[in-house]
């Protein structure tokens, strides 16, 4: 593959293919630093919010989860950190990703699948939740309903998808600030610590530009889950979605 200067800077515009061989160039470089980024930038509050996600899931003992978009199976791990007995696979079409989350402890435990999301190569209510951390700001408009239909074709009746993400931070007296640790404080770190402006640019830029929590549970519906809502955390800078399908 080309290097990242064949691309235009954010990705913005980029539809289908074209879309998905960006994100993934991007996610392949930044992988070995992917996971002492995240902790960084958010303080290790990511984790946390990552365990929130899986709480929501509500899994039975030995339920099957499917981590989409896994990237390095922070969820994955999570998961089963949080209930060992649980089966959980992790999908992601970035190898270089899945391959830090293979040697993470827990990361032979997981059943590692290459795979779009937008297709998923497993049958019809085969999972009791199906969680997405992150994915979703990462695909176009087009994009996110069809995934969303996807995972509740793959998810049991009376199973939850999760959708954990990034949304631009709300109308309030800390915008200013928020806005600037995305736009100059992450892209400096990014260039600083992992050797990619470019990434950490697309990172806040793919934020500011993204759904709001209310449009992002009107897309969750319309690709029918019922009871959706969502939670707001960190200042409203994250956004937990659930919704269930119905029995
Ligand atoms: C920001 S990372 C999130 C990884 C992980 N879920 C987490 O919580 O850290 C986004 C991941 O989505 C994956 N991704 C983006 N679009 C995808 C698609 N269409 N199909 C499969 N994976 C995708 C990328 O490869 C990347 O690993």
Redesign the pocket.
Known sequence: MAGSDAYPLTGENLRGMER?QY??HL??QIAPR??FM?RLMTGGL?QRW?RIAVLEAKLPPGGLLL?????????ALMALKHDPSLRVVG????IE??RIGQHQALGRQVRWCG????RVPFPDNTFDAVI????IR??SLE?IEA?FREQARLVKSGGRVVC?DATPPPDTLLKPLISFYLNAVIPFMGRLLAGSRDAYTY?PKSTQAFKTPDELAALMTSAGLVQVYHQRLMMGVMSLLTGLKAK
């Open positions: 998905n994100v993934r996610f392949g992917y996971n995240n990511d990552r981590d989409l978009a896994t990237g390095t199976g922070d969820v999908a992601d079409f970035s990703m899945m795979v779009d999301a937008l997405s951390a992150y994915l990462n695909l994009q995934a954990l990172l």
